[in-house]
């Protein structure tokens, strides 16, 4: 090879990389921008979600616990419809659907009784999630009618400390000081901004205060989340809406047996007749 043909080879060879570079430096650009997009629709949506929630079950008051069915009905519906769309376009292999109902002889490590629930299917996972998620819809349709508004977004913010003690006993998960002091900052804003509000008294007879109610109404919630991360850590390849779409089915199941728990917080409906 010449001198004038290694050259023209070498030059080559460095527009090729300077063009491969300039791809690589677009699409992190637009992966950072799609990054910030979604996070901005999240917090929106969240914000969203939270305001129609409190203009829905404001008119229903002491009976809005009963809309938990209509809306775990809901999230069934919409989870179907977008998995069955991904599934024909072939995004979600069919093979993952099987994945449920399959148990895994390598995870039974134990011995006598622990052993037995290990051999059970991960469609225990996705029942407890359902159970988990019609308790918390339940509490904060609940305790939200009695509830301002701004603690409506305030309040629960505390299933950020709860979805770090669920983590470090169910996943054994361990958190950096930064990242525990950034949820004891979160705590005390919430904290501070409740008690304020509890000064001049509150006229319901409750047994348990409601804004109370909506803090550990969090807890169910953070058992849910830390399940769903067991279970995409037993395959990091499942599809997210079959998880959703699954735990929603049993939501919807067990909804309608947790409308009695309003009965237990509320003793004013049991002067109330339903008839």
Do not use: H
Request: hydrophobic share 50%; glycine share 4%.
């Amino acid at each position: 090879m010449s001198v004038n043909q290694f050259c023209q080879v070498n030059t080559e060879c460095t527009k090729a990389t300077e063009e491969s570079q300039k791809i690589f430096l677009t699409d992190k650009r637009r992966q950072e921008l799609l990054v910030l997009v979604l996070i901005f629709a999240v917090f929106s949506s969240g914000g969203i979600n939270r305001v129609a929630n409190k203009i829905s079950v404001v008119p229903f008051n002491d009976f809005s616990a009963f809309t938990s069915v209509p809306t775990a009905f809901a999230y069934v519906a919409v989870y179907a419809v977008i998995l069955f769309v991904r599934w024909m376009m072939g995004y979600v292999p069919t093979e993952q659907f099987s994945f449920v109902l399959k148990s895994d002889p390598d995870e039974v490590t134990s011995t006598g009784y622990l052993r037995y629930w290990q051999k059970l299917p991960p469609l225990k996972l996705f029942i407890i999630m359902g159970i988990m998620d019609a308790l918390a819809n339940v509490l904060v349709l609940i305790a939200t009618p009695s509830v301002s508004s701004d603690l409506t977004s305030l309040i629960p913010q505390t299933i950020i400390i709860f979805t770090i003690i669920c983590g470090i006993i169910m996943l054994r998960a361990r958190y950096s000081l930064l990242q525990c002091v950034s949820a004891l900052l979160v705590i005390v804003g919430s904290v501070v901004g409740l008690f304020p509000l509890q000064g001049g008294g509150s006229s319901s007879t409750n047994v348990i205060s409601d804004d109370i109610l909506l803090a550990f109404s969090s807890l169910p919630s953070a058992v849910s989340y830390t399940l769903r991360e067991l279970v995409f850590r037993k395959r990091n390849d499942l599809d997210i809406f079959i998880v959703s779409l699954i735990s929603s089915v049993f939501q919807l199941i067990v909804s309608p047996l947790m409308v009695p728990i309003s009965f237990i917080f509320d003793p004013q409906l049991n002067d109330i007749s339903l008839w």
